[in-house]
């Protein structure tokens, strides 16, 4: 009887890892034909952060890395890229674009076993079916989707079956089981820590209140405590094992008390809270502005301001991304709480779901957490109600037919809206093959110690295709980090090439102090100031302003020690008012100091000489007045650029008012119009990305194409 029941688990568990991977492949048959997102005829990404990865797996596979690159060859990630490539007969871009499909469906196998700890198997493979595909869970995992988010969602899985299994058998090999989980997800994942401290606390809640004289959960907190520690894995690793052997040896009861003692000590002495504070502030208490240094207190604009997936989201967006829709989501709740009324033991799912409900203040990115959760309650519900249905049928198979048929029906009921999201959810590629063939060809024209200069949305891509420094990417992006970018993208040539060439240099200055400083304490290492303080300071200013209008002076540059290029893509013209962001702020008072005006748009029509720009903006092209909803300015300047047969930019120019401030570009070869002022205009992006406007004296251009075009900077 056990053999058939295992055996039912492992069909169960096949059946759904094989649904889960053919509902991924819906992209790749949607795109098979769609050359623009292929490289070396290989399918590329479609995360950025994945690049990140994919570098330090690559440099791992090369055996070449260097210091202060950035490259995150310690990572998990990139570890088991690397030992997938070498043990598997496939190519390095065949395994990152798959992987993340493979690897994210391992979650049906704790949604199976924890159904199956429960005695209802039937509901673990409903569950594992809906978690799998989920909305949010299908979209941080799809193929492609190369990031840390593939497992991020089956060690916590794992750690509920631990859990429930330690709850109900007082077994120490499940006490074991969480140790090792919370290590191995910690190795993964390093900012798990607030998960992993919610299932503690959550548990030590229950001990104190139902469980005070129970030896055993004492023993289990202990354990979570130690694996918690702030210490290196491999040593977090050891601990568990010895605090396992020593628990199996009973000697450790009479002396449990003394261990939960010591392991809350270390807990604290080794880091404790902080980690669970740092994410708090940077997801739910995030401030606008940033204060940063001592020195010079400066203010910087907050880049969690900007990024989507920390913003709040509507509750249908939050239930949809959950449960695939409004309804299925308030199912599920209410088939959860059933759910926890039957088993008790379910609400151990509580710090998951209430991670995923941190949606609502936190970002979208939250919602996976929930997913799981969430299957569990509306597939208990599905099964509830075939229960109760029972009882109205008659005795036999005809019985059976109806039960197995409603729940078929409901199965396909909550699994259909996601499916359907999938098969329209057609996410392109992170750069298209042309980026990519511009990247590529600068991989050839640089050495791998020069920087390139551009958005940090576009740091991993770069160094992962051109293998050079960026100053900015999506992990390096705070608001001192972002300022000079954004100040070298949004004004003239002539501030921003020596912006550029003092930010590099200060950059790999600030690399050196660091290494200096190894050696020491915490407590004596020297804290570096912003880049922009200690540029004010150094060139004998306390007001940073006052160093900004030096910029525009003759100013004495640090000796340059490699070359500096500027990466500039089409793709950067979506993003350009919020890269202005970061720079339209005065760093001693953070109050805003201007407001640029961009306006981009490819909805235009004319009509009797009037030129209708959608949103309420129009032009007339015979007076030269610029229409914004009830205002009427002036133009200044009508631009026409193209590309010619030969592919060189063909440029024309209509003047109407000199001293008008504002100026229409028409990019005919990218059907774009832009409505700009004149600060907007004279920004090194506009002058070298649309016009091909360059100072000879500050910069050569290296790559000139329509999809993106890289200057190198000659100072």
């Known amino acids: 009887m056990n053999k058939i029941k295992e055996k039912k688990v492992f069909i169960y568990i096949a059946l759904a890892f094989t649904f889960s991977i053919l509902v991924r492949l819906i992209w790749v048959y949607q795109f098979r034909h769609v050359g623009s997102f292929m490289w070396n005829s290989q399918f590329m990404i479609n995360t950025n952060d994945g690049y990140f990865w994919a570098e330090g797996a690559r440099d791992l596979l090369s055996g070449v890395h260097q210091p202060h690159d950035l490259s995150p060859i310690g990572s998990a990630a990139s ?8 043990i598997l007969p496939f190519s390095f871009e065949s395994i990152i674009f798959y992987m993340p499909a ?19 198997v039937e509901l673990g493979f409903i569950s594992a079916l809906l978690a799998s595909i989920a909305w949010s869970y299908y979209n941080r995992t799809m193929v492609g989707y190369y990031d840390t988010d593939m497992l991020n969602i089956v060690f916590p899985a794992f750690m509920l079956w631990a859990l429930i299994l330690a709850f109900k058998t007082k077994e120490e090999r499940y006490i074991f089981f969480a140790g090792l989980e919370i290590v191995a997800y910690r190795w993964w994942y390093p900012q798990s820590y607030s998960l992993e401290f919610a299932f503690f606390g959550l548990i030590l809640l229950y001990t104190l209140v139902y469980e005070r004289k129970n030896i055993y959960y004492y023993k289990l907190l202990a ?85 989507r997936e920390a913003g709040k989201i509507p509750f249908e967006t939050f239930a949809n991304r959950i449960s695939g829709h409004t309804i299925t989501f308030i199912l599920s709740l209410i088939g959860y709480i059933l759910m926890v009324f039957r088993y008790r033991v379910m609400l151990l799912g509580l710090p998951m779901l209430g991670l995923g409900f941190l949606a609502n ?21 599905i099964f509830f109600l075939s229960d109760y249905l029972k009882k109205f049928l008659v005795e036999g198979k005809s019985s059976f037919y109806i039960r197995t048929i409603f729940i078929s029906l409901c199965t396909v009921a909550v699994l259909y809206p996601n499916i359907m999201h999938i098969i329209r959810y057609k996410v392109p590629t992170v750069f298209s093959k042309q980026e990519v063939g511009v990247l590529d060809s600068l991989k050839h024209i640089t050495k791998r110690e020069d920087y390139v200069v551009s958005w940090w949305d576009y740091g991993y891509p770069i160094r992962y295709y051109s293998d050079v420094k960026t100053l900015g990417d999506g992990g390096k992006h705070s608001g001192d980090v972002n300022f000079p970018l954004s100040y070298m993208l949004t004004n003239p040539q002539q501030v921003s090439a020596k912006l550029a060439r003092l930010d590099v240099e200060y950059t790999e200055k600030d690399f050196k102090i660091h290494d200096a400083n190894l050696d020491k304490s915490e407590k004596n290492q020297v804290k570096l100031p912003s880049i922009m303080a200690q540029l004010t300071l150094k060139y004998g200013f306390k007001d940073t302003n006052e160093f900004l209008m030096s910029l525009k002076t003759d100013i004495k540059l640090p000796k340059k020690t490699r070359d500096i290029y500027f990466y500039l893509p089409f793709r950067m013209m979506n993003i350009f008012p919020t890269i202005a962001r970061f720079s339209d702020i005065d760093l001693m008072s953070g109050n805003t100091v201007r407001r640029p005006f961009f306006y981009q748009t490819n909805r235009f029509q004319e009509k009797n000489g009037i030129l209708d720009l959608a949103n309420g903006i129009s032009f007339d092209q015979t007076k ?23 592919k060189k930019l063909i440029r024309q120019r209509k003047s109407f008012d000199n001293n008008a401030n504002f100026s229409i570009i028409y990019m005919r070869s990218y059907n774009t119009f832009l409505v700009l002022d004149d600060a907007t205009l004279n920004s090194l ?12 004296k500050l910069f050569k251009p290296v790559i000139l194409t329509p999809q993106a075009k890289v200057y190198k900077l000659l100072i």
Not at 252 to 261: E, M, S
Not at 281 to 306: R, W
Not at 361 to 381: C, E, H, N, Q
């Open 624 to 646: 030269g007045i610029l229409k914004v909803r009830n205002q009427e300015v002036p133009v200044k300047d009508f631009y026409v650029t193209a590309y010619g047969k030969n």
């Open 685 to 696: 992006y506009i002058q070298l990305f649309v016009f091909d406007n360059y100072d000879k």
């Open 102 to 120: 493979f690897i994210s469906s391992l979650v049906v196998i704790p949604m199976v076993l924890i159904a199956r700890s429960l005695g209802r």
């Open 223 to 307: 354990m979570m405590l130690f694996a918690l520690m702030g210490l290196p894995n491999l040593i977090r690793l050891v601990i568990v094992i010895f605090i396992y052997i020593l628990y199996k040896s009973k000697k450790a009861d009479a002396y449990i008390y003394y261990i939960l003692g010591l392991a809350f000590a270390l807990f604290f002495l080794t880091g404790g809270f902080t980690p669970i504070w740092s994410q708090l502030k940077g997801y739910v208490f995030k401030d606008s502005i940033q204060i940063v240094g001592e020195t010079l207190p400066l203010h910087f604009f907050s880049v969690m301001q900007t990024i």
């Open 361 to 381: 203040v936190g970002g979208l990115r939250f919602t996976i957490y929930a997913v799981p959760i969430s299957a569990f309650g509306v597939a208990y519900l």
């Open 79 to 86: 570890q088991l890229t690397f030992i997938l490539v070498k």
